[in-house]
């Protein structure tokens, strides 16, 4: 479930889809990206390779998991920003965050992130922990206690499905690996994990309190939001 929901690797569909299911997917979701962690930095290190452009190479890097993940992180970003920007009642926003269309406010933000992120990108490393800083938040938005915004779809099957115990675990296992990723000084891995954390954090408490939980969309945004913030503190 993990590989087939986050990476476009052909996979047997799971027999059964159930809570446990669900919440082991989500816990498991770092090392489901670790082909797209692999071919960022590979991209960016190729790009250095032939003298591309900093900025070029860091875009290919962003349009590789981009593809990889089928966008379907960046389209839960912008369905994100179209509903909280569209209205404050939140039958409405969920609305418009169900819509297949972007709207302006998700299209600027949608913008945005992504040039934070190429921009913020200077070296494989940096572009294979960022990824993986970015899908590790999703076991803390699926953790114990967070609600569904809606009784189906993709939220609904993952919210509230991982232990805190097991979400707080994967936050400090990461934080704890990156402090021993090579050419990075100790502490900048930690960084990077801990400001991942604080940026989808902040996004998920906006999204429970006015959309009443978290929705497929939320998470992606979540990771979107998380991957900028982590290559900020590695830049």
């Given at each position: 479930m993990?590989?087939g929901?986050?990476?476009?690797?052909?996979v047997?569909?799971p027999r059964?889809?159930?809570r446990r299911?669900a919440?082991?997917?989500?816990?498991?979701?770092?090392?489901a990206?670790?082909?797209?962690a692999a071919?960022?930095g590979?991209?960016?290190?190729a790009?250095?390779?032939?003298?591309?452009?900093?900025?070029?190479?860091?875009?290919?890097?962003v349009?590789?998991v981009?593809?990889g993940?089928?966008?379907?992180?960046l389209d839960?970003?912008a369905?994100?920003?179209?509903?909280?920007?569209?209205s404050?009642?939140?039958a409405?926003?969920l609305?418009?965050?169900?819509?297949g269309?972007?709207?302006?406010t998700g299209?600027?933000?949608?913008?945005?992130?992504?040039l934070?992120?190429?921009g913020?990108?200077?070296?494989?490393v940096?572009a294979?922990?960022?990824?993986?800083?970015?899908r590790?938040t999703?076991?803390?938005?699926?953790?114990?206690g967070v609600?569904?915004?809606?009784?189906?779809?993709?939220?609904?099957?993952?919210a509230g499905?991982?232990?805190?115990?097991?979400?707080?675990?994967?936050?400090?296992g990461a934080?704890?690996?990156?402090?021993?990723v090579?050419?990075l000084?100790w502490w900048?891995?930690?960084?990077?994990?801990?400001?991942?954390?604080?940026?989808?954090?902040?996004l998920?408490r906006?999204c429970?309190?006015r959309?009443?939980g978290?929705?497929?969309?939320?998470?992606?945004?979540?990771?979107?939001v998380?991957?900028a913030?982590?290559l900020?503190?590695?830049?």
């Open positions: 993990a590989v929901t986050l990476t476009t690797i052909p047997p569909a059964v889809i159930d299911v919440g082991g997917a989500m816990l498991l979701a770092p090392l990206a670790l082909p797209l071919a960022a590979a991209i960016v290190a790009g250095h390779a032939l003298h591309l452009p900093t900025l070029a190479a860091a875009a290919l890097a349009g590789a981009a593809l993940s089928r966008g379907l992180h839960g970003l369905d994100t920003a179209d509903g909280l920007g569209a404050y009642d939140r409405k926003a609305d418009v965050m169900r819509r269309d972007s709207g302006p299209v600027a933000t949608l913008v945005l992130v992504l934070v992120q190429v913020a990108i200077r070296d494989p940096a294979g922990v960022a990824v993986l800083a970015g590790c999703l076991s803390m938005a699926c953790a114990r609600p569904s915004a809606r009784p189906d779809g993709l939220g609904a099957t993952v499905s991982v232990p805190r115990a097991a979400a707080l675990a994967v936050g400090v934080a704890a690996l990156a402090a021993l090579p050419d000084p900048r891995g930690p960084l990077a994990v801990a400001l991942a954390y604080a940026a989808a954090g902040v998920l906006r429970t309190k959309l009443g978290v929705t497929g969309d939320v998470l992606g945004a979540g990771v979107e998380g991957v913030a982590a900020l503190a590695l830049v």
